[in-house]
């Protein structure tokens, strides 16, 4: 069975920082592009930010550029989100996916394997 589990969310202060952590069971991520997408209460689901699985290009939604580091470790079929100077905007539950093959996706329903989500919260 593919599984992806996030971890790492909690809640943190404006401006801090968090690293949330996918990691994969029942397949390997060498072949699957990796998004992270959040959505926050009575929203929508909005991509973060992804990165493929050939020559580990990235793509940042405008909301996150410079502030969050996408990056993956095939060695240990996990990929991470640096998430720093957050903000209360950010508040949401975050969600990795994996979509088979190199290319950059940013749409979610290019995506066909889901965790569950880990929840950041971002409030003094």
């Known amino acids: 069975q593919l599984q992806l589990v996030e971890s790492g969310g909690g809640l943190v202060q404006p401006g801090g920082s968090l690293r949330l952590s996918c990691a994969a069971s029942g397949f390997t991520l060498d072949y699957y592009a990796i998004g992270w997408f959040r959505q926050a209460p009575g929203k929508e689901r909005e991509g973060v930010s992804c990165i493929s699985s050939s020559d580990g290009s990235t793509y940042y939604a405008d909301s996150v550029k410079g502030r969050f580091t996408i990056s993956r470790d095939n060695a240990k079929n996990a990929v991470y989100l640096q998430m720093n100077s957050l903000k209360p905007e950010d508040t949401a539950v975050y969600y990795c996916?994996?979509?088979?093959?190199?290319?950059?996706?940013?749409?979610?329903?290019?995506?066909?394997?889901w965790g569950q989500g880990t929840r950041v919260t971002v409030s003094s």
């Open positions: 996916a994996a979509a088979w093959g190199p290319p950059l996706r940013v749409a979610p329903d290019e995506y066909n394997v």
